[in-house]
């Protein structure tokens, strides 16, 4: 009775994230670009070194801006760290290893497994990193741990470990007046932000506790004020705008798909005697009419 009917299931895998259009690049000049980028952000720092006084100056404002609008005080973030010997370490270890690593990490995850992800991210990390260096040197900024009016603890130096050395003169590889904007801050939340649009989990929003716990370390541990925070969005935000977000597949209504694929109706011929067979009883009929 069922014979020659078949029937079946096609398990449907969810995929990790949107697809996009966009090809992987080549691996060599990814890798030769993302160095370029980093080296000239690396030593166009170096350019702002020299302007202590402005950096202070500086400073004195932004501390003055962040009291006239009411924003809580760095302070009451270092108390929370400054409980436990343990606890600023750990922060303290954070703002020195996990910055550089987890963007590095992003950018090769995107490249393997998202592409057109990969691709937008790094031309935002890039911009942003640029409009970062500008302000960097037409703004020289002292972190709060250097100004006497914060009454903060330089918890790198007193706990360790550090990434700084103990006075800006003495630092020839980092530029100690970089404070605005916070690239921590400002990466971090690129990072959350191309894993959200890369994936569709339904955890993929626990990526902003990355930012989240960045922004903590980097106001308690005295190296960056809130504003440079505030200062990083606003970048991320304007860059995000100008780079166009990836173009996705368009795919077909899984019905419809289906539909196109399922095979023709056969129609099946009659045989010409099984034909003759059927008919056979109309002369029978005519005779009993007569």
Same mark, same amino acid.
């Given at each position: 009775?069922?014979?020659?009917?078949?029937?079946?299931?096609?398990?449907?895998?969810?995929?990790?994230?949107?697809?996009?259009?966009?090809?992987?690049?080549?691996?060599?000049?990814?890798l030769l670009l993302v160095t370029a980028l980093f080296l000239v952000y690396k030593f166009g720092r170096q350019l702002a070194n020299g302007h202590e006084a402005r950096a202070f100056d500086n400073?004195?404002?932004?501390w003055s801006w962040e009291r006239a609008l009411h924003l809580p005080g760095e302070g009451s973030v270092q108390h929370l760290l400054l409980h436990g010997d343990t606890l600023v370490k750990a922060?303290?270890?954070?703002?020195?290893?996990?910055?550089?690593?987890?963007?590095?990490?992003?950018?090769?995850?995107?490249?393997?497994?998202?592409?057109?992800?990969?691709?937008?991210?790094r031309r935002v990390l890039a911009g942003l990193t640029a409009a970062a260096l500008v302000l960097h040197i037409t703004v020289p900024l002292a972190p709060p741990r250097m100004l006497t009016t914060?009454?903060?603890?330089?918890?790198?130096?007193?706990?360790?470990?550090?990434?700084?050395?103990?006075?800006?003169?003495?630092?020839?590889?980092?530029?100690?007046?970089?404070?605005?904007?916070?690239?921590?801050?400002?990466?971090?939340?690129?990072?959350?932000?191309?894993?959200?649009?890369?994936?569709?989990?339904?955890?993929?929003?626990?990526?902003?506790?990355?930012?989240?716990?960045?922004?903590?370390?980097?106001?308690?541990?005295?190296?960056?004020?809130?504003?440079?925070?505030?200062?990083?969005?606003?970048?991320?935000?304007?860059?995000?705008?100008?780079?166009?977000?990836?173009?996705?597949? &368009?795919?077909? =209504?899984?019905?419809?798909? @289906?539909?196109? +694929? %399922? #095979? $023709? /109706? *056969?129609? &099946?011929?009659? =045989?010409?005697?099984?034909? @003759?067979?059927? +008919? %056979? #009883? $109309? /002369? *029978?009929?005519?005779?009993?009419?007569?």
């Amino acid at each position: 009775m069922f014979a020659g009917i078949t029937t079946g299931t096609r398990r449907q895998t969810r995929p990790a994230g949107p697809e996009t259009t966009a090809s992987r690049p080549p691996l060599v000049r990814e890798l030769l670009l993302v160095t370029a980028l980093f080296l000239v952000y690396k030593f166009g720092r170096q350019l702002a070194n020299g302007h202590e006084a402005r950096a202070f100056d500086n400073a004195d404002r932004v501390w003055s801006w962040e009291r006239a609008l009411h924003l809580p005080g760095e302070g009451s973030v270092q108390h929370l760290l400054l409980h436990g010997d343990t606890l600023v370490k750990a922060a303290n270890t954070f703002y020195a290893t996990v910055h550089f690593p987890a963007t590095v990490a992003f950018l090769v995850y995107l490249y393997l497994r998202r592409p057109g992800h990969y691709l937008r991210s790094r031309r935002v990390l890039a911009g942003l990193t640029a409009a970062a260096l500008v302000l960097h040197i037409t703004v020289p900024l002292a972190p709060p741990r250097m100004l006497t009016t914060a009454g903060l603890v330089d918890t790198a130096q007193v706990y360790g470990p550090s990434v700084y050395a103990a006075t800006p003169d003495n630092d020839a590889m980092a530029n100690q007046f970089a404070a605005m904007p916070s690239l921590h801050f400002g990466w971090a939340l690129m990072v959350a932000i191309g894993l959200i649009m890369a994936t569709r989990s339904h955890w993929r929003w626990l990526w902003l506790l990355h930012p989240a716990l960045t922004l903590l370390v980097v106001v308690g541990t005295a190296n960056h004020y809130w504003l440079d925070a505030v200062v990083a969005t606003a970048l991320l935000a304007a860059v995000l705008y100008f780079v166009p977000a990836p173009k996705r597949l &368009t795919r077909l =209504p899984a019905a419809s798909k @289906a539909a196109r +694929q %399922a #095979p $023709a /109706p *056969q129609q &099946t011929a009659v =045989p010409e005697p099984a034909l @003759a067979s059927q +008919q %056979a #009883p $109309a /002369p *029978q009929l005519s005779e009993a009419v007569r």
